[in-house]
């Protein structure tokens, strides 16, 4: 059976004035929702098709020629590697090609499910429309579509796109580790999961005194070199701080103990943040100390460096300064402890526990760090760190720690209330009602 990208001439192809195409793309939600730029310079080469119920538009092992944007009716895309079933309907977009990869073949077919019209743009013309758009204004949507770049001189962006490379990653591809610092990533197409490895204390009354070792405090980067803290729990962890009903005690940053009491136990949970869409960027922009030096090494001027210093310490600020005092009363003044706390409170303020999981095939357009302060203007840099445009990239490990201790409350105080409902219906029928009542009362 023929298909559209390589008998399209048999499908009679309505070559169309710029403006009559632009009115009839403008409907379409998908092309709708690309940049002024991109869209002038699909406009151009647009194509009209209309195709017959039955008929293959995409077929799987195939180059792709076009990429496709559906005006009416509405396509069904099988992948025949997993048998997944996928459908179209009017105003999205298909067969869209990775940037990193564009002559890459097709892995799905896509068939017409009903009369079905479409725009069709060829892979050359939309890649390069992508990346450079009409060529009028020198400007680059695809880092444009990025909010922190939307003033950010053309040239710089230039600049940006040469050093870029484009990386494209299957469902459950990690696409960041932990410990990653040298490289910024830019999603430009998919989505992908934030998980942060967050410390907190145990307090149990079934196991044995601690011992101070490294097995027995795990760090961040679990690296057995690194000094630890001498700091007390006790000191370091306030009596205001959220704790669960099990004894799940929220472990303020840069206050990691090696001492602990007993009955207290160091651990970690592995926690979601949420899903990043398209047009952001991972992990957040920061620099440690160790780093700062290097980079005014390389001329990168001290503004920069400063503004990216400034959003680690921002991170802790807070809770630090409000455990700080307490702490330090029994801390050694510049010993080898404080240094190894201060560690700790940095990595998590730069988040270096990150790790960023594709859930579905993501293509990231990643740049060397170092680069990209160098290359970007003080104010681009500054839109980078704004927590408005970090998102859940940027959230506070003391936020991350509130916000599971509170879910784990509610866990626990609805397991009891089911529990003592239960009890109840078991004892007596009449208790029913009484027992749902209340469990419907318990606040959130």
């Known amino acids: ?60 092992g195939h180059s792709p020629l076009f990429v496709y944007f559906l005006l009416s009716g509405a396509c069904i895309a099988t992948d025949p590697a997993t048998s997944d079933v996928r459908s179209y309907s009017a105003g999205e977009c298909f067969g869209a090609v990775p940037l990193s990869d564009p002559a890459a073949p097709r892995k799905v077919t896509i068939e017409a499910v009903v009369e079905t019209m479409l725009f069709a743009v060829p892979v050359d013309e939309y890649v390069q429309a992508v990346t450079t758009g009409d060529g009028t204004d020198g400007a680059m949507p695809i880092w444009q579509c990025f909010g922190p770049f939307k003033d950010t001189p053309p040239e710089l962006l230039k600049q940006l796109m040469v050093i870029a490379t484009a990386a494209r990653y299957e469902a459950n591809q990690i696409i960041l580790p932990p410990e990653e610092r040298k490289n910024i990533c830019f999603l430009i197409r998919g989505t992908c999961k934030i998980l942060r490895r967050v410390p907190f204390v145990l307090k149990r009354t079934d196991i044995g005194p601690p011992a101070c070792s490294p097995a027995a405090t795990p760090n961040l980067s679990d690296r057995s070199s690194r000094p630890s803290t001498s700091v007390s729990l006790r000191s370091s962890v306030s009596s205001d701080e959220p704790r669960t009903s099990n004894g799940l005690y929220a472990v303020p940053p840069g206050t990691m103990p090696c001492e602990l009491l007993q009955g207290e136990q160091l651990i970690y949970r592995m926690l979601s943040l949420g899903e990043l869409e398209p047009h952001a960027h991972f992990p957040p922009l920061r620099l440690l100390q160790t780093e700062a030096a290097v980079y005014r090494s390389q001329s990168i001027s001290s503004t920069k460096v400063d503004i990216l210093q400034r959003a680690v310490e921002r991170q802790y600020d807070s809770h630090w300064k409000n455990t700080q005092s307490a702490a330090t009363k029994i801390r050694a003044p510049r010993d ?109």
């Open 1 to 60: 059976m023929p298909y559209c990208e390589h008998f399209g001439d048999t499908f009679g192809k309505e070559n169309r004035c710029a403006r009559e195409a632009d009115t009839l793309l403008i409907h379409i939600q998908s092309f709708a929702k690309l940049p002024a730029p991109v869209r002038r310079a699909m406009a151009r080469y647009a194509t009209l098709l209309h195709v017959a119920p039955g008929r293959l538009i995409i077929k799987a």
């Open 336 to 444: 080898s402890a404080q240094g190894a706390s201060e560690y700790e409170r940095e990595s998590l303020a730069a988040a270096l526990d990150m790790t960023v999981l594709a859930t579905t095939p993501c293509e990231v357009l990643v740049i060397p760090k170092m680069d990209l302060v160098r290359i970007l203007d003080v104010e681009s840099i500054r839109q980078l760190v704004d927590p408005d445009y970090e998102g859940v990239v940027g959230t506070r490990v003391e936020d991350v720690q509130k916000e599971y201790l509170s879910a784990k409350r509610w866990e626990t105080g609805r397991a009891s209330i089911v529990a003592e409902y239960r009890g109840r219906n078991r004892s007596s029928s009449v208790g029913t009602a009484t027992g749902y009542k209340r469990a419907k009362e318990v606040p959130s």
